[in-house]
DNA sequence: GGGCGATGTTTTT
DNA sequence: TTCCAAAAAACATCGCCC
């Protein structure tokens, strides 16, 4: 009896499976609020996706554009090529929280399980026959496979399994990136080039490593670069090994008929957004550019573009700091005053704990919340100093409270810290930030009130200043010292013109997208940690840059690069081999 | 035409 | 009977102020 009323292969399922378990979905949740929230997003893609839709025919009827449009494609097609040169492998957990969790309790292997109570986290691959997936409520779940048994999340079980996946594939790159807490991309380029093994058998025995390591099973992709050998890694998931060869023709072959959505980035909404455009696969996309070139941004054309080209980034990019910890909360549903404030001193509670255990203070606080109807909102603030005090986090939060002007149910509440530094490692404040403050301390204006439409930005001047860690005066003198104001004035001068633009800049300067020999056209040399920036006369990078200079007091490389997109960091923090480093990464692990 | 800060959207695990 | 998470990041967009 413990078989699905109907199986769903994923994308090789019959399409009654799939229709079914749609059907049953719908029963089960039509008339709610998040479904009616969701309906209306849906029309509001549509609408998107009309106005788009008429863009595109006056530009059907332009032959002089489609000329030149086409022919901008055309170079663009003949600059890039596919390059090989390096190798890259991702691996990737097999249903990673269920696996853990079946590691202490074997007896429930063969039936279907998820992790999660209110959402599934992840479900093994017996709940999945039944259509049971990650990001579904536990109660649709239920109505799909009726026998699955639920296990609550134990966040630190997985962080530290986690730790031991990630200690083994270090070995083969010691600078591999990370999304989460159960997938690596590795460049193996350098490992092969000294061993000589075959990727495939390299792999393979990576594979048992990790196998004996854990008890757990990992799925691997290969290809010339991350995003190829990311989505190889679920051809023969789970517990399998894909290997897309080291060729321009086979990268090709392998994209063609790969529906887009798969292409990492392109989620949800995109995906609708272009199938209601009438494009599906990657070859699609190749054979009709030119009209995503004329409906979208020059930076999603180019990175949907490139992607579907196989053309992406198959160097790393230097590690970076958290920029933001934040802690949210969802609860049944709340309307009074009294509950909203008592959950800013909850909420900030937790995140003040959460920061501490971190060792990090950060000076811009933002408020999350989520109506009953599902609808998001947020009020965020710059603080004049550095804190990680739950009672300092939780007066600023009220403030934002006030600001929000809330009049309805709320669901859930957060708040985010973000521009963060180390708490041991002096305060010191951004170039920027220190500027402007400058700025704000000569007027001696108080926004004691800040208004909503008044200012753009909410001054919030702390009214209490006794929970403060670290006292003004030790700010103040922790301003940047390490740069002389004649330093400070020519870096400002050195930032040119910006480049954010909405139309397609003619500029062909055939940008090195991705792939390994990038020349540094426009870069400027930083004072503090003295390297080069790549920062193509993009001020914004070059700030961050600075920024996180003087804030950590790491030194950090920015690497600019238009054809990918930059989510890939790595979000994880990775012990390093037994060196004084290693000591903080691991903490950084622990709790 | 910027730049900047706040806010909202989208994606990922 | 009802019931839809949490954390982090990157982009896009808007309004204001030069
Ligand atoms: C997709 C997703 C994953 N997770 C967690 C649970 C997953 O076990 C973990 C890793 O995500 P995934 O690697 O996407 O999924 P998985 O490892 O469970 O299954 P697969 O065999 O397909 O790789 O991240 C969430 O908490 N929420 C999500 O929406
Ligand atoms: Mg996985």
């Not at 929970?467 to 930032?495: R, V, Y």
């Not at 993009?538 to 950590?552: G, S």
Request: aromatic share 8%.
């Amino acid at each position: 009896m413990n078989e699905p009323i109907f199986h769903y292969y994923g994308n090789k399922a019959g399409v009654e499976g799939a229709d079914q378990i749609k059907q049953v979905i719908d029963d089960a949740t039509r008339g709610s609020e998040y479904y009616k929230r969701q309906q209306e997003k849906r029309q509001q893609v549509l609408q998107k996706v009309n106005k788009m839709q008429m863009e595109l025919d006056s530009y059907k009827n332009n032959e002089q554009k489609i000329k030149e449009t086409k022919e901008i494609i055309q170079n663009k097609v003949k600059e890039f090529q596919i390059n090989t040169d390096r190798i890259w492998a991702h691996f990737d957990m097999d249903m990673f929280y269920v696996a853990c969790e079946l590691l202490d309790k074997p007896e429930l292997k063969d039936k279907p399980v998820a992790v999660g109570q209110t959402i599934v986290s992840t479900a093994n691959y017996v709940a999945r026959k039944f259509g049971v997936r990650s990001a579904m409520p536990g109660f649709v779940a239920k109505k799909l496979c009726p026998e699955i048994i639920f296990i609550p999340c134990h966040f630190e079980k997985y962080k530290s399994v986690s730790n031991i996946f990630m200690t083994i594939l270090k070995k083969y790159d010691d600078n591999l990136e990370s999304m989460g807490l159960d997938e690596a991309n590795l460049d193996l380029t350098e490992y092969i080039n000294n061993s000589q093994e075959d990727p495939a058998i390299l792999c393979e025995n990576i594979r048992k490593d990790i196998l004996l390591a854990t008890q757990l099973t990992a799925s691997c992709g290969v290809g010339p670069n991350k995003m190829i050998a990311k989505l190889a890694s679920e051809i023969n998931k789970p517990n399998g090994l894909h290997v897309v060869e080291q060729s321009a023709t086979a990268v090709l072959n392998f994209l063609e008929k790969l529906p887009i959505r798969k292409i990492p980035g392109i989620g949800n909404i995109t995906e609708q957004i272009l199938s209601g455009l009438n494009f599906n696969t990657c070859k699609d996309v190749r054979d009709r550019a030119d009209e995503l070139y004329v409906i979208f941004t020059p930076k999603t054309f180019e990175y949907i573009f490139y992607s579907c080209w196989g053309v992406a980034r198959n160097y790393h990019v230097e590690f970076e700091d958290q920029h933001s910890i934040s802690c949210q909360r969802t609860f049944s549903s709340i309307s009074t005053q009294r509950e909203f404030e008592d959950k800013v001193d909850y909420i900030a509670e937790k995140l003040a704990e959460e920061m501490q255990s971190e060792e990090k203070v950060g000076n811009h606080l933002t408020l999350i919340i989520k109506t009953s109807k599902f609808e998001i909102r947020s009020k965020s603030l710059q603080l004049n100093q550095y804190t990680n005090q739950a009672k300092q986090i939780a007066i600023y939060g009220k403030q934002l409270l006030k600001i929000m002007q809330l009049d309805e149910p709320i669901r859930l509440l957060g708040l985010k810290m973000s521009s963060l530094a180390n708490e041991k490692q002096i305060q010191k404040q951004s170039i920027s930030t220190y500027f402007k403050r400058q700025i704000d301390k000569s007027s001696g204006q108080e926004n004691l009130v800040p208004s909503i439409k008044g200012s753009k930005s909410h001054q919030i001047t702390e009214e209490n200043d006794s929970f403060n860690k670290m006292s003004l005066q030790q700010q103040e003198q922790s301003k940047p010292d390490i740069l002389s104001d004649d330093e400070a004035s020519s870096i400002s001068n050195q930032i040119l013109s910006g480049v954010n633009s909405k139309s397609h800049q003619s500029q062909q300067q055939q940008q090195q997208y991705q792939q390994k020999q990038q020349a540094q056209p426009k870069s400027f040399r930083c004072p503090i940690c003295n390297k080069e920036i790549d920062c193509k006369g993009n001020n914004t990078v070059l700030n961050k840059h600075i920024d996180r200079c003087i804030t950590q007091q790491n030194v950090i490389v920015e690497q600019s690069d238009e054809s990918n997109r930059n989510f890939s960091g790595s979000k994880i923090k990775v012990p390093s081999k037994i060196d004084s480093k290693a000591q903080k990464s691991f903490n950084f692990f622990k709790k």
